[in-house]
């Protein structure tokens, strides 16, 4: 029997749960779990049916069908592969996060690298280069699959003031129409070292009625990271992160993260490395409560004011192959418990 390694899948839990209450909670505040386990899945279920209306905006179909156009892979796909991603936590990977370039890349074409106007030809079923530029990156391509069928080219992305240092962007200013409405806007700037470490980030979309705001910032070993997206004005996700690095930078000491998609919020702090080569060490049996006293995780119901439960790693075994993991279950007061994968099926 192995112990696999499945700090991945400890930060990909992490993401997905998240949840927050408006007040300090007292033991008062704390749900029965019968009303708890009923919460969460409700909380759940809204939150998956507001990203399913958000992907559904035209600016949002609109990227999706273009990420179909240049790479055969959906919006959605590239945003599954984000978080993913983020289970590998480094400060040496932000901006790949955050702005792949390879979402700007088609089967023969590397937008980035190679900025100017291009326009969808409907004869080579890709798209090709009509005037160069150094500045301006421009994609003329069909808006959705009506639009493909009637051989359309009413979609027009243009990133303005384009800066690219080593294939990650530096600046650049998006705007997207449709049919002549404008139906997204934005701007984005970060810093990078002389080796390509990004030192801060600020970005911002407005894509009616939704607004996005990103920022990522560091002071030695410690950085933060702030993100806010907004429905008129009202907050359906946001985070706050806090980072602190290793002395020679190479790995996460500790994570501090406050996240919030209402209704539900997520509280907590995990020292990071201890956890990761605990996870990493084969050599002996997995320590849980080692694990468990590395981390401290709270989920709240925000409309409620309170909370369902305590976040704690728990021995999984497969009952395919008998492999053991540590993976992230919520405990709730009467001391019953459920896998987290569980309740987002």
Not at 62 to 89: C, G, H, M, P, W
Not at 158 to 165: P, R
Not at 167 to 195: C, H, R
Not at 314 to 320: Q, R, S
Request: proline share 3%; glycine share 4%; hydrophobic share 40%.
């Amino acid at each position: 029997m192995k112990y696999r390694i499945t700090y991945a899948l400890f930060v990909f839990s992490l993401i997905l749960i998240i949840i927050s209450c408006k007040k300090d909670t007292t033991e008062d505040d704390i749900m029965t779990a019968e009303k708890a386990k009923v919460e969460i899945r409700s909380a759940n279920q809204q939150i998956t049916n507001e990203w399913n209306i958000l992907m559904e905006t035209p600016g949002a179909n609109t990227l999706q069908y273009l990420s179909n156009l240049t790479s055969d892979r959906t919006l959605k796909a590239t945003i599954e592969t984000v978080r993913v991603k983020l289970k590998n936590f480094n400060h040496y990977k932000i901006n790949d996060i955050f702005l792949n370039a390879n979402s700007l890349r088609s089967t023969q074409i590397d937008f980035l690298n190679n900025p100017g106007t291009y326009q969808f030809n409907y004869q080579l079923n890709d798209f090709e280069l009509i005037q160069p530029s150094t500045t301006m990156l421009q994609l003329i391509f069909p808006a959705n699959e009506q639009s493909f069928y009637n051989q359309q080219l009413n979609a027009d992305l243009i990133v303005d003031n384009l800066e690219v240092t080593d294939s990650v962007p530096t600046m650049a200013d998006p705007s997207l129409k449709i049919d002549l409405v404008e139906v997204l806007s934005g701007s984005y700037n970060s810093t990078l070292t002389s080796n390509g470490v990004p030192t801060s980030l600020s970005a911002s979309l407005l894509m009616a009625p939704y607004q996005f705001q990103m920022s990522f910032s560091e002071s030695g070993v410690n950085y933060s990271s702030t993100l806010s997206l907004k429905l008129n004005n009202q907050e359906i996700m946001g985070y706050n992160l806090a980072l602190k690095y290793t002395p020679d930078m190479e790995n996460v000491e500790k994570l501090t993260v406050s996240y919030l998609i209402p209704p539900l919020r997520f509280e907590g702090w995990f020292n990071v490395q201890a956890m990761q080569l605990e996870m990493e060490d084969t050599t002996k049996t997995l320590d849980i409560t080692y694990l468990n006293s590395q981390m401290s995780g709270v989920v709240f119901q925000t409309v409620l004011d309170a909370q369902l439960g305590n976040l704690v790693f728990m021995l999984y075994t497969d009952p395919d192959n008998g492999d053991q993991s540590a993976q992230i279950a919520i405990v709730y007061e009467d001391g019953s418990w459920e896998w987290i994968s569980d309740i987002q099926e």
